[in-house]
């Protein structure tokens, strides 16, 4: 009898998860991190934990309903952050630099302000620099839009996920659809060069003419880049229910025509980019990246950092209070230490689930020779992956089963570490 299959394991978005991050016994100096390869072309990151609510899915590092005043505090605690790190990053060169969260237009316009003045102190100009930002529809204000554009802001995500009123309670946001149709107007109207929508298919109630209605109504306001995510339902969230992976994968295939009929590229299993906007890219499996603010995730070298990982309301105000009371931020208490084993097997799954695919030659040009592994025997049998010259890509189906594909280059260390991490628990 066939084994059963389900292509909805997790979402593999970096590796290692944030789950297998772990104190570490002795705190690291970030000074020994700061000289490596990839500096010169780094990102920035900026992570705002505010929301006004928490979406149903969500299983992010965000809380709803903080003050103004609190808000205040936490941007305090990152300027004192900022203000001891850009000595140690003065000779990086910020290629990109991305604020994200939560919501970061919940931020006063002083409060942005103080974003920016941050941002200068590690040498990023965003009328140079490509600046991106997150925001939802309830946001999405004129004016507050322009400001953003006058301060060199070029790309817009915002997460509509449904233009269906029932959908959206569903998935319990408070985004009427006319809220959402007005947001995407108004950045239309303010013509950013590139703006990005999220939908979401899978959750229960939802038709094959609701979603294909929703993927249609965000076509029609042009958007350079369209994330299509499966919902998936984790222990730590509220109640949302979603269909069976038959059905779920049935709205994938309808989405793939879709969008390709209306001219966009997938380059993974979510993304779908107009083909006139692709930019210049490189290898993803090596990136590097320095982020400020509790919950965000740094990238440098063989050291990823990252604040204790938490999704439920108590265990995040407590990372929060850890946060603010740090004194020394040089030093990383928090985070993963990647082996050459693990950096080769990151190598592997962020290249292989892009649409770049995996290059033998540039491996071997990374780590040596390259491993004759069973799985990708496995995978090539199932028609999952097929090779071109030295390139192992992904085949439409393999797309398909991307967030099955990835779970199987996880190592047992970082599966046993990631089993073993608890939602249910005091943030320490």
Same mark, same amino acid.
């Given at each position: ?11 593999? =978005?970096?590796? +290692?998860?944030? /789950? ?10 970030? #000074?020994? =991190?700061? @000289?490596?390869? #990839? ?9 705002? +934990?505010?929301? *006004? ?16 005043? #609190? ?19 003065? @000779? ?11 919501? +970061?237009?919940? $931020? /006063? ?38 400001? $953003? ?16 009123? &029932?959908?959206?309670?569903?998935? *319990? !946001? ?41 993927? !249609? ?14 919902? =998936? ?40 980019? !107009? ?41 995040? *105000?407590?990372?929060?209070? &850890? ?6 931020? %040089? ?28 290059? %033998? ?18 995978? %090539? ?5 097929? /090779? ?14 991307? @967030? ?10 970082? !599966? ?13």
């Amino acid at each position: 009898m066939k084994e059963k299959l389900s292509p909805y394991i997790q979402y593999m =978005y970096s590796y +290692p998860h944030k /789950t297998a991050y772990r104190t570490f016994a002795t705190p690291i100096y970030i #000074g020994d =991190y700061t @000289d490596i390869p #990839g500096k010169e072309h780094a990102s920035l990151y900026f992570h705002i +934990p505010f929301c *006004r609510y928490k979406c149903g899915y969500c299983n992010l590092f965000s809380i709803a309903g903080c003050s103004t005043d #609190g808000m205040d505090a936490y941007l305090k605690a990152m300027e004192k952050q900022v203000e001891q790190l850009a000595p140690m990053f003065s @000779d990086w060169q910020f290629s990109s630099f991305a604020i994200g969260g939560g919501t +970061p237009l919940l $931020l /006063t316009s002083g409060q942005m302000e103080r974003l920016w003045k941050m941002a200068g102190w590690l040498g990023v100009d965003p009328l140079q620099t490509p600046v991106a930002i997150e925001t939802s529809p309830e946001f999405a204000s004129l004016e507050s839009l322009l400001t $953003l554009k006058e301060r060199g802001v070029q790309r817009i995500s915002i997460g509509i996920q449904s233009f269906r009123e &029932q959908e959206l309670k569903q998935l *319990r !946001r408070f985004s009427s659809p006319a809220t959402v149709r007005k947001a995407l107007e108004t950045i239309r109207e303010v013509d950013f060069p590139s703006f990005n929508v999220d939908l979401i298919y899978g959750m229960e109630g939802q038709t094959v003419e609701s979603f294909t209605d929703s993927i !249609r109504q965000a076509l029609s306001y042009q958007p350079t880049e369209l994330f299509v995510y499966p919902l =998936y339902v984790r222990p730590e969230m509220v109640a949302v229910k979603r269909v069976p992976d038959e059905e779920c994968m049935r709205f994938y295939r309808i989405a793939v025509q879709l969008l390709r009929e209306a001219g966009y590229k997938q380059t993974s299993m979510r993304r779908f980019i !107009r083909k006139e906007s692709v930019e210049m890219e490189f290898s993803c499996g090596d990136e590097v990246m320095l982020a400020c603010g509790a919950g965000g995730r740094s990238y440098l070298g063989d050291l990823h950092t990252a604040t204790p990982y938490a999704v439920r309301t108590q265990e995040i *105000r407590s990372v929060l209070r &850890q946060y603010a009371d740090t004194v020394d931020h %040089r030093f990383i208490r928090h985070g993963y230490l990647l082996s050459e084993e693990e950096k080769r097997r990151r190598f592997m799954i962020k290249n292989l689930m892009y649409y770049k695919g995996l290059d %033998r030659h540039e491996y071997e040009e990374r780590f040596g020779t390259f491993p004759e592994l069973p799985v990708l025997g496995m995978l %090539r049998e199932r028609g999952w992956i097929k /090779t071109q010259a030295s390139v192992f890509y992904l085949t439409e189906e393999g797309l398909a089963w991307s @967030d099955y594909i990835g779970q199987l280059f996880i190592s047992p260390a970082v !599966r046993e570490a990631m089993e073993a991490y608890s939602f249910n628990r005091t943030a320490r």
